[in-house]
C-alpha cells in the first residue's frame, strides 16, 4: 500500500443523514479559520487539536459501513474547514474512488484562493471529488464580515470558478435571525445563486442553539445570546425567496437524464 498522507481531525461520524446524498461516513476535520457567530464546533476552531490520522485509517473504518450507505452514500469531509488540508483530502479520495466511494466536501471556501500552491492542489483534489457542499454564509460583505470576522470576496470567486469548471455544488446557508434573516439579503444570495449552472440543491439551515455549552465549555461569550432560531414561517419565506423547490426539481431532472 502506498505511503498515507497523515490528516488532523476532530472526529467522525458512522450514520451521517444531512451532509450529502445518502448515508455518510462523516469525518470532521480539525482547524478553522472562521470565526462564525453562530458556530455549533467552536472545538474545532483550533488548528494544533484533534488527533493525527492517516488516510489509509479512514478508509479501513469507513468500509466497516459501507452496506448501510446504498447507492447514494459515501465520505464527506466537513470540519472545521478542510480545505486547509489538501493534501489529506487528496490523499484519502484517490484512495475512496479505488473503492467505488462517493466523495463529498463540506466547505464555507475560506481558504480558497488562485494562488499557488492552494490552486493546483485544489484542482487536483477536485478530480476526485463528486459533490461540495457550498456553506455561504452570507451574501453581503458587510454582514459576512459581521457574522465570521472575514470578508466573502474570495468565497464568492470560488462559487464563480466551481461554476466555471461544472463542479457540482449544493448551496447551504444559515438562516440566522438579525444576521442573515431579512429579505433583501435572502433575494441578493438567490440572484447570485442564479448566476451559478452547477447548483444542485439549495439548503436552508434554521440557526440553533445547540453548541452554546462548547462556548461556555472554551471560556468564550457567545454572541448570539438572545437570540432564538428563526420560526418556521421565517424559515418557509427563505425558502421561498431561494426557491429552494425550483432546485430539487433541477437535480432530479439531471438524475432522470443520466439513468436515461
Known sequence: ???????????????????????????FTQGCQMRCQFCHNPDTWDLKAGKLVTADEIIEEALKFKSYWGKDGGITVSGGEPLLQLDFILDLFKKAKREGIHTTIDTCGKPFTRRESFFNKFQEVLEYTDLILFDIKHIDPTGHRELTQHTNENILEMAKYLSDIGQPVWIRHVLVPERTD??????????????????????????????????????IDYPLEGI?????????????????????????????????
Open 1 to 27: 500500500m502506498n505511503q498515507s498522507v497523515m490528516g488532523r481531525i476532530h472526529s467522525t461520524e458512522n450514520f451521517g443523514t444531512v451532509d450529502g446524498p445518502g448515508v455518510r461516513f462523516v469525518v
Open 182 to 219: 431579512y429579505d433583501h439579503y435572502l433575494v441578493r444570495l438567490d440572484e447570485f445563486i442564479k448566476t451559478l449552472n452547477n447548483v444542485e440543491k439549495v439548503e436552508v439551515l434554521p440557526y440553533h442553539r445547540m453548541g452554546i455549552f462548547k462556548w461556555k465549555e472554551l471560556g
Open 228 to 260: 432564538d432560531p428563526p420560526t418556521q414561517e421565517r424559515v418557509e419565506n427563505a425558502k421561498k425567496l431561494l426557491h429552494v423547490d425550483d432546485y430539487q426539481g433541477y437535480k432530479e431532472k439531471n438524475k432522470q437524464e443520466k439513468t436515461a
